[in-house]
């Protein structure tokens, strides 16, 4: 059984181990930056492992762009997705800092907002990067299908994220702030799927391709988690909450094309 097999199993028992934690809200309580009449329940430790899991992909990642035994040619974009993940890394840290010892919520902008827009920038540009520098394009017919996928995208992420408080009266309209904050998120989100499914139609068979598959497989992953947290249709959420999963699995996937970017 070869490393990318066990990192596999490894990343799969983590994750479930991850899931069942958060279903048993193990640590969980109140905290101090919660209204008295809120349902909020807070858990450093999950935090701590939302910071990790970036921290961890950048990591294997910046040492395979600098020292591993990759191909020359996907170096730099090997580099722009670690800086990404470390960006988003940073941020996450950030956010943990200022619940835990300063016991305040962080606003939707705060000094962590600089780093999740650089990594949200960074990450879809390496997606795009990856078949670039290998020089791979698509077959006429998976052309046509992408563009199809393009507009669905573009057009889902309209409706998933941005108007849904146009459309049901019981969602309140945002403010000029939060409403940015949605057009950013859309865009980016959109983009990011964009790629990942332009990575996955390219280097969709093929030994080659896998760790491209495994780094789109944890784009796709990261994606369906900000449509779910960020949509308006989503009122109530903590950090027990399943979805959380994805966040970490993620960057599990990332990990694993990470080491199997290494040429045998």
Request: aromatic share 18%; net charge positive.
């Amino acid at each position: 059984m070869d490393r990318v097999r066990i990192g596999f199993l490894v990343a799969t028992f983590l994750s479930i181990a991850f899931l069942v934690l958060l279903l048993l809200q193990v640590g969980g309580y109140s905290p101090t930056w919660a209204q008295p009449d809120s349902k909020i329940l807070w858990a450093p430790w999950v935090e701590v492992v939302k910071f990790l899991a970036p921290l961890v992909a950048s990591l294997f990642l910046f040492y395979q762009a600098i020292w591993g035994n990759i191909l020359a040619t996907v170096r730099f974009a090997v580099k722009l997705i670690a800086l990404g993940n470390l960006l988003i890394a940073i941020g996450m840290a950030y956010e943990l800092s200022v619940r835990l010892f300063q016991h305040i919520d962080p606003p939707a902008f705060s000094l962590g907002t600089p780093f999740f827009l650089l990594g949200a920038i960074l990450v879809p540009w390496s997606l795009f990067a990856f078949p670039l520098k290998l020089k791979v394009t698509m077959a006429l017919s998976q052309k046509f299908w992408y563009t199809i996928i393009i507009i669905l995208v573009s057009l889902g992420s309209i409706f998933i994220l941005i108007l849904p408080p146009f459309i049901f009266q019981n969602i309140k309209i945002p403010d000029t702030m939060n409403m940015l904050s949605s057009f950013f998120y859309a865009f980016f989100v959109a983009i990011t799927l964009i790629g990942a499914t332009r990575l996955s139609f390219l280097f969709a068979s093929g030994r080659v391709g896998r760790p491209f598959r495994f780094i789109a497989i944890g784009a796709f992953c990261i994606v369906a988690y900000e449509y779910f947290v960020w949509t308006p249709l989503t009122v109530f959420i903590t950090v027990f909450h399943p979805i959380n999963v994805l966040f970490v699995a993620c960057f599990m996937f990332t990990t694993l094309g990470a080491i199997d970017l290494t040429l045998e």
